[in-house]
């Protein structure tokens, strides 16, 4: 508890018109203690507008100096069935009044930030009709924000669950985790404002055609959030300067992350208002052309684009394809993600990219590791391990972070679904290299198995979505709009590189299997015990020859599942000497 707050916040909710504005109103001013009148019509307050529509809650988030006033006002411009407040006039329809007696505006104003960001986590909030968000700086005092929101979080929670569930189920939500509505770092916040500046030269110039900004990040250096704020900030900039022909599109080459994207332009009230605003690469490309290009093209996880032909991609290299069909390119980009010969860029080639993007100022680097809250020594120990093949002594790590070693598989799920059982680490699976059989097509009945699955001697584990033919159709379309990791189910699955890529997890358990191996002493990626072809197969370069990059690309496979871990990493090795060497390295 901070010292001297002696006061849990204030909340009211009521009936959302005049009649509840006045009772409420009336009971404060006849029946309420001084303290609560002054924190409630003479403080700033926050406010919380909702109603539910088909099943579902819509929202407005705000703040006021004047509570009263401003809800008068709201009520004022109801009958403008244009507007969010027309809204107000549903019988659902229901208004939180939340006071603190130390609120101050700029206190209120990262309450309300903090408020409309939860709300893109909630599942059952299905529209924010809020804009933006206004963050705040340092202010007095912007120490107590936290402790402050918390308690009003739990107080809120206390009369709807629904639409005010765990702390930790929202933080764990990828719809959270992707918000536009994040307050940035300084460094995403640079980049983001030089990224607008660069959009608008080249839309008022009009001759700046092909323009690519290429942004370097690493995994967990969020590129996501940069991405998905600064692509929405543009829609509302584009809407106050009435560019009505604004056209803006996010792509992305990965199935989950695509609905997560999707479901947050319903929420923000872009796919209504702008139709489809969020596309795979290979629909974006059909749909385009380069004699109509389109203002402004993101590609998140760029390099999960195809740089070869593929079943209904016809074209050599989806960038290229997707500059020509767009005046601005931006790019997110993390070459060590690279998992599948389709998506393996030559250096000479990508190098062009970079260079052309480094000629026009459009070049920039993430540095910042945000995902992982370690300390920089077991940030590196994962680095070494995966980009240099080099395993040194895990260190001891202060920030809390864990990193075990385990003796058997089953000894890694117990130690999995033990912190899963905890409602702060909920998000906690299961993840390993891929070197056991699956296939999404393929019956598994031709080998007379109920699932493909992770086996290593008498332990065996189904892989990746396998559970979900055991789900009824109820859960099937609850987990619809739920990432991997998120589906109850998947606490009994290992998950791949390609179910969990993108996405945080609580706990890491990842299980390195036969193809990641130790030989005198040096990490040895071996593609012929891996069953990821499109990793192992060849490449046809551009000069005609074929090579493989297995090696590479295993490497990249193993990184992917060892920065997962948002609290700790748990790791189990198939391989003995490298069990060994792990087990030695965490004496």
């Given at each position: 508890?901070?010292?001297g707050?002696?006061?849990?916040?204030?909340i009211?909710?009521i009936?959302?018109n005049?009649?509840?504005l006045?009772?409420?109103q009336e009971?404060l001013?006849?029946?309420?203690?001084e303290?609560?009148?002054t924190?409630?019509?003479?403080?700033p307050t926050?406010?919380?507008?909702?109603?539910?529509?088909?099943g579902?809650?819509?929202v407005?988030v705000g703040?006021?100096?004047?509570?009263i006033?401003?809800?008068k006002q709201?009520?004022d411009?109801?009958?403008d069935?244009?507007?969010?407040?027309?809204q107000l006039r549903?019988?659902?329809?229901?208004?939180?009044?939340?006071?603190?007696?130390?609120?101050?505006?700029s206190?209120?104003?990262d309450i309300?930030?903090?408020?409309m960001l939860?709300?893109?986590?909630?599942?059952?909030?299905k529209?924010?009709?809020?804009?933006?968000t206004?963050?705040?700086?340092?202010?007095?005092?912007?120490?107590?924000?936290?402790d402050?929101?918390?308690?009003?979080?739990?107080?809120?929670?206390?009369?709807?669950?629904?639409?005010?569930?765990?702390?930790?189920?929202?933080?764990?939500?990828a719809?959270f985790?992707?918000?536009?509505?994040?307050?940035?770092?300084?460094?995403?916040?640079?980049?983001?404002?030089?990224?607008?500046?660069?959009?608008?030269?080249?839309?008022?110039?009009q001759?700046?055609?092909?323009?690519?900004?290429?942004?370097?990040g690493e995994?967990?250096?969020?590129?996501?959030?940069?991405n998905?704020?600064?692509?929405?900030?543009?829609?509302l900039?584009?809407?106050?300067?009435?560019m009505t022909d604004?056209?803006?599109?996010?792509?992305v080459?990965?199935?989950?992350q695509?609905?997560?994207?999707?479901q947050?332009?319903?929420?923000?009230?872009?796919k209504?208002?702008?139709?489809r605003v969020v596309?795979?690469?290979?629909?974006?490309?059909?749909h385009?052309s380069?004699?109509?290009?389109?203002?402004v093209?993101?590609?998140?996880?760029?390099?999960?684009?195809?740089?070869?032909?593929?079943?209904?991609y016809r074209?050599k290299?989806?960038?290229?394809?997707?500059?020509e069909?767009?005046?601005?390119?931006?790019?997110?980009?993390?070459?060590?993600?690279i998992?599948t010969?389709?998506?393996?860029?030559?250096t000479?080639?990508?190098g062009?990219?970079r260079e052309?993007?480094?000629?026009?100022?459009?070049h920039?680097?993430?540095?910042?590791?945000?995902?992982?809250t370690?300390?920089?020594?077991?940030?590196?120990w994962?680095?070494n391990?995966t980009?240099?093949?080099h395993?040194?002594?895990?260190p001891?790590?202060?920030t809390?972070y864990?990193i075990?070693?385990?003796?058997?598989?089953?000894?890694l799920?117990t130690?999995v679904?033990?912190?899963?059982?905890?409602e702060?680490?909920?998000?906690?699976r299961?993840?390993?290299?891929?070197d056991?059989?699956y296939?999404?097509?393929s019956s598994?009945?031709?080998?007379?198995?109920?699932?493909?699955?992770?086996?290593?001697g008498?332990?065996?584990?189904p892989?990746?979505?396998e559970?979900?033919?055991?789900?009824?159709r109820?859960?099937k379309?609850?987990?619809?709009?739920?990432?991997?990791?998120?589906q109850?189910?998947?606490?009994?699955?290992?998950g791949?590189?390609?179910?969990?890529?993108?996405?945080?997890?609580?706990?890491?358990?990842?299980?390195?299997?036969?193809?990641?191996k130790?030989?005198?002493?040096?990490?040895?990626f071996?593609p012929?015990?891996s069953w990821?072809l499109?990793?192992?197969r060849?490449?046809?370069?551009?000069?005609?020859?074929?090579?493989?990059?297995?090696?590479?690309l295993?490497?990249?496979?193993?990184?992917?599942?060892?920065?997962?871990?948002?609290n700790?990493?748990?790791?189990?090795?198939?391989?003995?000497?490298?069990?060994?060497?792990?087990k030695?390295?965490a004496?």
């Amino acid at each position: 508890m901070i010292q001297g707050i002696d006061l849990e916040p204030i909340i009211h909710k009521i009936n959302d018109n005049m009649h509840g504005l006045h009772n409420f109103q009336e009971k404060l001013l006849n029946k309420a203690s001084e303290k609560e009148k002054t924190v409630l019509l003479d403080y700033p307050t926050v406010y919380i507008h909702n109603w539910k529509k088909s099943g579902s809650y819509e929202v407005y988030v705000g703040e006021s100096n004047n509570i009263i006033q401003r809800t008068k006002q709201h009520f004022d411009q109801s009958e403008d069935k244009q507007n969010w407040r027309s809204q107000l006039r549903r019988k659902s329809a229901s208004l939180y009044i939340i006071g603190h007696d130390h609120f101050n505006k700029s206190l209120t104003m990262d309450i309300e930030n903090r408020l409309m960001l939860y709300m893109m986590g909630v599942d059952s909030v299905k529209r924010i009709h809020n804009k933006r968000t206004n963050p705040q700086n340092r202010y007095y005092p912007d120490f107590e924000v936290n402790d402050i929101f918390r308690r009003i979080w739990h107080k809120l929670r206390k009369t709807d669950p629904s639409m005010f569930p765990n702390e930790s189920v929202i933080k764990d939500s990828a719809l959270f985790k992707a918000s536009p509505l994040h307050k940035l770092t300084q460094e995403q916040e640079d980049i983001r404002d030089r990224i607008i500046e660069r959009v608008f030269s080249v839309l008022n110039e009009q001759n700046g055609d092909g323009q690519l900004i290429f942004i370097d990040g690493e995994a967990g250096t969020g590129k996501t959030v940069l991405n998905s704020s600064t692509f929405y900030e543009l829609y509302l900039m584009a809407e106050e300067e009435k560019m009505t022909d604004f056209q803006c599109c996010l792509i992305v080459n990965h199935d989950e992350q695509i609905t997560v994207y999707e479901q947050i332009a319903e929420k923000l009230g872009l796919k209504n208002k702008y139709g489809r605003v969020v596309s795979k690469p290979t629909t974006f490309i059909n749909h385009h052309s380069a004699g109509k290009p389109i203002d402004v093209a993101f590609i998140d996880e760029a390099h999960l684009l195809l740089t070869q032909g593929k079943q209904s991609y016809r074209g050599k290299n989806q960038l290229q394809d997707i500059i020509e069909r767009a005046k601005v390119t931006v790019v997110m980009f993390d070459e060590n993600q690279i998992l599948t010969t389709e998506q393996y860029w030559e250096t000479e080639i990508l190098g062009n990219y970079r260079e052309k993007a480094k000629e026009n100022g459009n070049h920039f680097k993430l540095t910042k590791q945000m995902r992982i809250t370690a300390s920089d020594e077991t940030i590196s120990w994962i680095d070494n391990f995966t980009k240099e093949n080099h395993l040194s002594a895990i260190p001891m790590d202060t920030t809390g972070y864990e990193i075990k070693i385990f003796e058997h598989p089953a000894e890694l799920e117990t130690a999995v679904k033990t912190k899963a059982a905890e409602e702060e680490h909920k998000l906690s699976r299961m993840i390993a290299t891929y070197d056991w059989e699956y296939s999404q097509n393929s019956s598994m009945e031709k080998r007379m198995k109920k699932y493909w699955e992770v086996l290593i001697g008498d332990w065996h584990k189904p892989w990746n979505h396998e559970l979900d033919k055991e789900l009824g159709r109820k859960e099937k379309n609850k987990n619809k709009t739920l990432a991997w990791a998120e589906q109850p189910q998947t606490i009994d699955e290992v998950g791949s590189t390609f179910t969990i890529q993108g996405f945080d997890l609580n706990y890491a358990g990842v299980i390195l299997g036969p193809s990641v191996k130790y030989r005198n002493g040096k990490i040895v990626f071996d593609p012929s015990e891996s069953w990821n072809l499109k990793a192992t197969r060849k490449r046809t370069l551009s000069d005609g020859t074929k090579q493989r990059f297995g090696e590479t690309l295993i490497q990249h496979e193993v990184r992917v599942l060892m920065t997962r871990g948002v609290n700790g990493l748990y790791i189990y090795a198939c391989d003995k000497e490298l069990r060994e060497a792990l087990k030695e390295a965490a004496r």
